[in-house]
């Protein structure tokens, strides 16, 4: 074959941008960008499921007491656990042998591979974007399990977690429909009062969210009801492409930020403190060893990823909808 060190160069070409890949999907992604900044992408070296610890309801032995009096030493039963799924996904470089010897020389082969590789990694990076908004279900069930399935639209039915909605009330987020809550849909002049409701809901004393992620439809009506004066864009965020606003509530504020894999009628309120991008540290938007086909005259090259979105908290984050 023209170019011997051909697997050595698709090798060392991947192995040099796999770290880049996890951090143009880290940086691309609006959710993922704050839970990197937050400390919260977690590299994890293996275990059946991804298990979250639950501090779910406060220690009933509490008591005020006087003297002598007994005290309540009974067991509380204050912690449980969500378990979540690995989730994976590839996505394959490939090049013939005879696009191998066409391009014999090691330049002309690189710049051949690399525009390759950039595809695979626009690729890699849409879709995770698109798992991370979605609610789990796509590629039968494959699928990342995304915003819609962490804060879903009616939040006391549905599994998440490996735990049932509908049987616990401490699982359930928080949720704010414009039309049946509002009583109208969601507008200019109507959204930042739909907000500060759906604030107040997700708030518990100092415990508030400190991002919301819109769709294209609810970050407008945000953006157009703010005096000019209060379009605050951070800086940091603009530079990766953001364009962020500002929101403030009673207990805090939250940046909010524009997602255009998010359904253009929502708007999430998050407390990115419970939210967690959980990625096998083996598998962190890595290549794999060249695969040559045994009935074809070519070599295939995948970038594996394995992990998942996990939360601890749910009752802490809501959905603004219609």
Request: aromatic share 8%; proline share 2%; with cysteine.
């Amino acid at each position: 074959m023209a170019s011997p060190n051909l697997s050595e160069i698709v090798t060392t070409t991947h192995r040099n941008r796999s770290e880049t890949l996890a951090d143009n999907v880290t940086n691309h992604v609006p959710l993922l960008r704050y839970l990197k900044k937050r400390g919260n992408i977690s590299l994890k070296s293996g275990g059946r499921t991804l298990v979250h610890e639950l501090d779910y309801a406060e220690n009933a032995t509490f008591q005020w007491y006087d003297g002598y009096e007994v005290l309540d030493v009974s067991a509380s039963d204050v912690l449980s656990a969500a378990e979540f799924n690995w989730k994976q996904a590839a996505v394959n470089v490939t090049i013939s042998g005879k696009e191998m010897r066409m391009n014999s020389g090691d330049d002309e082969i690189i710049d051949l591979l690399e525009s390759r590789i950039k595809n695979a990694d626009r690729t890699m990076m849409n879709n995770v974007a698109t798992g991370i908004a979605s609610d789990g279900t796509g590629s039968s069930g494959k699928q990342i399990g995304g915003l819609q399935l962490l804060v879903p639209d009616d939040p006391s039915t549905g599994t998440a977690g490996g735990i049932n909605r509908a049987n616990y009330s401490f699982w359930q987020s928080q949720v704010y429909d414009a039309t049946s809550d509002g009583g109208d849909t969601t507008s200019a002049t109507n959204i930042q009062g739909y907000m500060n409701a759906l604030w107040i809901q997700c708030v518990r004393n100092a415990d508030a969210p400190d991002l919301i992620v819109a769709g294209s439809d609810k970050f407008q009506y945000f953006w157009n009801s703010l005096q000019t004066i209060q379009r605050i864009t951070g800086a940091d965020e603009g530079s990766s492409g953001f364009r962020t606003l500002t929101y403030y509530g009673p207990g805090g504020s939250a940046d909010v930020v524009y997602d255009s894999t998010i359904n253009a009628d929502r708007m999430y309120f998050l407390n990115t403190e419970y939210i967690k991008f959980c990625v096998h540290r083996e598998a962190n938007f890595a290549p794999l060893e060249d695969k040559s086909s045994v009935n074809q005259d070519a070599m295939v090259k995948p970038i594996i990823f394995m992990g998942n979105l996990t939360m601890s908290n749910a009752a802490r984050q809501g959905v603004l909808k219609e």
